[in-house]
């Protein structure tokens, strides 16, 4: 990208969008409880039971409460909404404009990024741009940088953490719905014909508990969870560009480190060509004759002296065959080992 396409461009990389997903799985999940309701023919009196409703949505509020702040609470509330409305990274749009973005800094300077810190909408990246216009140390930057991404994804793993605990609560305040229910059908024992409905009403809780946990906060926190990864991996990719920039590294070689975070790297992203180093051969070669008579005459001298096979008074010739075809032997093995 050019000197003039930096100056004009205003990088947002963020486009918030609807999450189909999120709200067909939900509504895919309540239609499916609903129409299975519906084929049991179960009565509608039945399943509607608000002291069973109160009992699972409010003991798993007051439950949640109990192992969390009220503040972690209300973030958590407020974190929903990433659940329905997901951000959009464009991470090919990122390399190119990291990349871009070396080129500029390599033909103006580092000074010259001033003048396009305020088309810069992602708060994270402008830090880092303003820490290169500040001329902070590399180790600074990466430190500073670093902790920030840290800290964001724990408190975003926080938030779906309180999503898991609730979906923990939710079933077993079912069960005490459920057998608060039991306890009122031991009244009816006298009344046969109402026995079979209190023991279904005490079960609706149970069926609040279990759906409310493995329909809706479960999936929500997976839903959180994975945005969290999502935001950390952006931000570990706009930090490698922040410190090859700040490195000096050439422009290619700030492409090629982020290329990595793409997957599937697409065919107009260009590559540094790496050429390889020019090699004297003859030199060289004179260098491995040279290294192997060395080696066979130490491997020679080695086995003369420690040859079993070999009579050094020289009276035996078996022996001697038998040396000398022992140390080819052990001659090979060494000199295709030094090879």
């Known amino acids: 990208m050019s000197k003039h396409r930096i100056e004009n461009h205003s990088y947002t990389n963020e486009i918030e969008t609807k999450d189909i997903s999120t709200i067909a799985g939900l509504g895919l999940g309540a239609f499916i409880l609903l129409v299975a309701l519906i084929y049991c023919q179960a009565p509608l009196e039945t399943i509607l039971r608000p002291d069973a409703l109160l009992i699972v949505f409010g003991g798993t509020f007051a439950a949640t409460l109990v192992s969390h702040s009220w503040p972690q609470v209300l973030k958590a509330g407020a974190a929903l909404r990433r659940c329905f409305y997901i951000e959009r990274y464009d991470t090919i749009a990122t390399v190119d404009y990291l990349t871009d973005t070396a080129m500029y800094v390599r033909s103006n300077g580092i000074l010259a990024l001033q003048s396009i810190l305020y088309q810069i909408d992602i708060p994270f990246l402008r830090k880092g741009i ?102 950390w991996f952006q931000k570990t990719l706009l930090l490698e560009g922040i410190i090859s920039i700040q490195s000096g590294d050439h422009p290619m070689i700030t492409e090629e480190k982020l290329c990595a975070f793409i997957q599937e790297i697409p065919r107009e992203i260009t590559r540094p060509v790496i050429t390889k180093p020019v090699i004297n051969t003859e030199t060289n070669a004179e260098n491995d004759l040279f290294n192997k008579n060395i080696n066979t005459i130490d491997i020679d001298q080695q086995l003369d002296h420690d040859d079993p096979y070999l009579d050094h008074d020289g009276d035996n010739d078996h022996s001697k065959e038998l040396a000398l075809s022992h140390r080819g032997v052990s001659r090979g093995i060494n000199l295709s080992l030094l090879q």
Do not use: C, W
């Not at 991404?149 to 079933?171: H, K, L, N, T, W």
């Not at 009403?201 to 969870?225: C, E, I, M």
């Open 130 to 231: 303003q820490l290169l216009i500040d001329n902070r140390t590399e180790a600074f930057t990466h430190h500073s940088l670093a902790t920030d991404i840290e800290v964001s994804y724990r408190q975003d793993m926080d938030e779906a953490r309180i999503f898991e605990a609730a979906g923990g609560f939710a079933p077993t305040m079912g069960l005490i719905g459920a057998v608060i229910g039991l306890i009122h059908t031991t009244t009816l024992f006298q009344n046969p014909a109402q026995l079979g409905n209190g023991v279904a009403s005490a079960f609706s809780a149970t069926l609040y508990g279990v759906a409310l946990s493995n329909l809706f906060l479960l999936p929500l926190a997976g839903k959180l969870r994975q945005g969290a990864r999502e935001r």
